[in-house]
């Protein structure tokens, strides 16, 4: 068990330009959870994949985000057209799925810091 | 949206003393949990608490949860510097439902050498 890792750490990127962060879970997890947080704040949900389908989506996700998670494997995080508001750490986090999934905690990564010039 | 609210926001103590932060929260829940997260690092968990239990323990670690109250309480003895870090209760409104969780803003906890 390596746990979650996510690629890169920290991205300095200016305004307008994309970015796309890389999530890998723990392999054994088909559980994948993507959240956003801003300093002095809990993390925010952003999206859930169950294998590979994507089965919820938050409303603070707008259409310049999307997720992907081809193969049920690792998932990518890409923003287009970077704002300032953009400016956040964007945790990924894995859990097991059924049937041991009652209660089991989720299991983070050390996130990427996105800094929007 | 933010459910939990932890209090203190804020707490600095000596090494070896004991820290207690409380979090409450607006709706009945399945399970609460509370998390670690060091300064630009991810969240670590640290227990889970279902709604029908009063108490748990996990090393240094106390956790009360009070369903009338809509409380819990997470006690850390014997601090130590590496304890040092921000906490975050998260609730859970469903079982399994961890894409449910609602976090609160968390404690910032400084202990002193």
């Known amino acids: 068990d390596t746990g979650v890792s996510q690629d890169p750490r920290h991205k300095i990127t200016k305004r307008g330009q994309n970015v796309t962060f890389r999530c890998d879970p723990i392999?054994?997890?088909?559980?994948l959870y993507w959240y956003r947080q801003t300093l002095g704040q809990g993390p925010e949900f952003l999206t859930y994949?169950?294998?590979?389908?994507?089965?919820?989506k938050s409303r603070l996700l707008s259409d310049r985000f999307s997720a992907e998670r081809p193969k049920g494997s690792f998932s990518t995080l890409e923003i287009q057209r970077t704002e300032q508001g953009d400016s956040a750490m964007y945790l990924c986090?894995?859990?097991?799925?059924?049937?041991?999934?009652?209660?089991?905690?989720?299991?983070f990564g050390n996130g990427t810091r996105l800094t929007v010039t | 949206s933010q459910q939990g609210e932890e209090d203190p926001q804020a707490l600095s103590i000596q090494e070896g003393e004991n820290a207690t932060m409380n979090c409450s929260y607006k709706?009945?829940?399945?399970?609460l949990q509370w998390y670690r997260q060091n300064s630009g690092r991810g969240l670590v968990h640290l227990i889970l608490?279902?709604?029908n239990e009063r108490e748990k323990h996990s090393g240094r670690l106390r956790v009360t949860l009070d369903t009338s109250k809509k409380s819990s309480s997470l006690l850390i003895t014997a601090s130590r510097a590496a304890d040092t870090a921000s906490y975050f209760c998260?609730?859970?409104?469903?079982?399994?439902?961890?894409?449910?969780?609602?976090w609160g803003l968390g404690t910032s906890l400084a202990v002193n050498p």
């Open positions: 392999s054994e997890h088909n559980r």
């Open positions: 986090a894995s859990s097991p799925g059924q049937p041991s999934s009652y209660n089991s905690p989720l299991h």
């Open positions: 608490i279902r709604s």
């Open positions: 998260a609730t859970a409104l469903d079982e399994g439902n961890n894409r449910k969780l609602i």
């Open positions: 709706t009945s829940i399945n399970n």
């Open positions: 994949f169950q294998n590979e389908a994507q089965l919820e």
